[in-house]
């Protein structure tokens, strides 16, 4: 049905209505798989929507949203999708300029949800009314549109979404049989082979990558790099190219496609290589690795190097309205913080062991602040606080003192609150800089970055190589795999045109979702086995604590 490489023309039977134009639908726009245009108009859509929960009562903690961002992802990418399609089948029929909020009223149809405390996961019609509240402003359907014709619009797309693109097994290029696979190892002939103080760095013959971009991938906080280079790799169906060896690195073999290889693998073609290896880098590997990448990334004059990170942030799920943070046990006893062994280690904000990785927004923090006062005090809405009441027999600088203290804590909770999950970034491009602030993404004023992207920012204003640093929030107790999803958006945008890292993302997405019911499945069994949630106080415990 959907098949037809042409322009499809559907006829709807609706029973509800005698309007032609309602019953009868043509599609000027074949459905197929999403174009590069469409999958980031896509990425756009759902960060319109996910905006409803940066509101600043949430944010602030004024209030807690009745149902979570996670719970409502899935639901999300499938409108944001259909509504994609229905405005590029919209711009077919009329080409002329149009003016269009990304989310309609689609806020106002979760603040609805909100306030009458209902969930996405109870609504079966969730996904069919944040569409139409999308199509719609304070006066009604926009753009001469009618609910009919929306309806028409969401079955026929509906039904090319859900029908069977591939079987089981997906799409499969190798021809032979299972018995036709018997393990031979390929022979590989080396080309090019450097020492750079104890690491040596070796190309294969016939490895085709000047001008490529390098994603350097090796893993340092989480593991976000990791999962962003594996994934790109397996999509795009990249060659390995050569490998990576140090003295002072662990033994081991990785065996993809029949093929072993070293931990630290080099792959890639004439758009896109990746360095990725599983396993953490030692520190003294660090200096002679990274010499090693600019020497590559000179040798084949490529164009940028994008170096990933990810940057601490606490595992925190809702388990029946009690916030619940997962941690590392600090000891031996389960992490009873008033134990010795609870003493015996210090941990992070994040639950996990002291990281060297902090990024500072407060500079940030303090302009959009100023920014927002001025802009108050041009519309005359700046209100002046009540003059603080000295407590007596406190002398003036203890209250200074105490007053700077506050002030500190408080920017630090703004902060967080503002930036904290964002991607963060640095770059040598000037244009790239301004693209990346443009698509809400926060640069790096402060920081201490370790690991081998430390490396490569540390040598990177000495060096005449493009260099682009991305840090995304991640876990570090666990592999997170929705840290991953704003980098290979990030990474969809900006990598050239022809490289579709959509089905990467769809992936992602899905290991997220069934990761956070798995993880929140086995908190709500052990917290109510152990009697946590019946405690008004609701403190968790041990290595849940």
Wanted: glycine share 8%; proline share 5%.
């Amino acid at each position: 049905f959907f098949s037809d490489p042409g322009c499809v023309r559907v006829l709807m039977d609706n029973t509800t209505t005698t309007s032609k134009e309602a019953s009868q639908v043509e599609l000027l726009v074949p459905l197929t798989k999403l174009t590069k245009k469409q999958r980031i108009s896509v990425y756009e859509q759902i960060d319109a929507y996910e905006s409803f929960w940066d509101h600043i009562k949430f944010r602030k903690g004024w209030a807690d949203p009745y149902f979570t961002k996670e719970e409502a992802s899935s639901a999300i990418a499938k409108v944001a999708e259909i509504v994609v399609r229905i405005r590029t089948e919209l711009d077919a029929q009329d080409g002329g300029f149009k003016l269009r909020q990304l989310e309609g009223s689609a806020k106002e149809y979760l603040w609805k949800m909100q306030e009458e405390k209902r969930r996405p996961s109870e609504e079966p019609e969730f996904a069919n009314n944040l569409i139409h509240a999308t199509f719609k402003d304070a006066d009604g359907y926009i753009e001469d549109l009618t609910k009919e014709q929306i309806d028409s619009y969401i079955s026929v797309i509906t039904k090319y979404m859900e029908a069977p693109k591939e079987p089981i097994w997906g799409t499969l290029t190798d021809p032979r049989k299972p018995e036709e696979v018997v393990g031979i190892v390929k022979r590989m002939k080396v080309f090019f082979s450097r020492d750079f103080g104890g690491l040596t760095l070796t190309e294969y013959a016939g490895a085709k990558c000047d001008g490529a971009v390098i994603l350097e991938c090796f893993p340092s906080v989480g593991l976000v790099s990791v999962i962003v280079g594996n994934k790109i790799v397996k999509e795009m169906g990249l060659p390995l190219i050569g490998h990576i060896t140090a003295e002072a690195s662990q033994v081991a073999c990785v065996i993809q496609n029949e093929q072993p290889a070293y931990p630290a693998r080099i792959y890639g073609n004439s758009d896109v290589v990746v360095f990725v290896g599983e396993m953490q880098v030692p520190e003294d590997v660090i200096s002679p690795l990274v010499d090693a990448i600019y020497d590559f990334a000179h040798r084949h004059s490529c164009k940028m190097l994008y170096t990933l990170e990810g940057i601490p942030s606490k595992d925190t799920f809702k388990i029946d309205g009690q916030n619940v943070q997962l941690k590392f046990a600090s000891g031996g006893n389960g992490g009873d913080e008033d134990s010795e062994g609870g003493e015996s280690e210090q941990a992070s904000d994040s639950g996990a062991p002291e990281e060297t990785l902090v990024v500072d927004d407060i500079l940030l923090t303090k302009l959009t602040l100023r920014e927002e006062h001025e802009q108050k005090k041009a519309a005359g809405t700046v209100t002046t606080p009540a003059p603080l009441t000295p407590k007596k027999r406190r002398n003036r600088k203890a209250l200074k003192e105490e007053k700077k203290e506050k002030e500190e804590k408080d920017l630090e909770e703004i902060a967080e609150e503002r930036f904290g999950k964002l991607v963060h970034y640095a770059t040598t491009d000037y244009e790239l800089a301004l693209k990346l602030r443009a698509q809400g993404l926060i640069p790096l004023v402060d920081a201490i970055i370790p690991g081998v992207t430390g490396g490569i920012l540390a040598r990177a204003p000495e060096e005449e190589q493009e260099v682009t640093a991305l840090l995304s929030a991640t876990s570090v107790i666990l592999p997170d795999p929705k840290s991953a999803i704003p980098i290979i958006k990030l990474l969809d945008i900006l990598l050239p045109h022809h490289i579709d890292l959509g089905p990467c993302f769809d992936q992602l997405t899905k290991d997220g979702e069934n990761q956070e019911k798995m993880i929140r499945g086995l908190l709500d069994q052990s917290l109510k086995k152990s009697g946590v949630l019946s405690r008004s106080t609701g403190a968790p415990v041990g290595m849940y604590g």
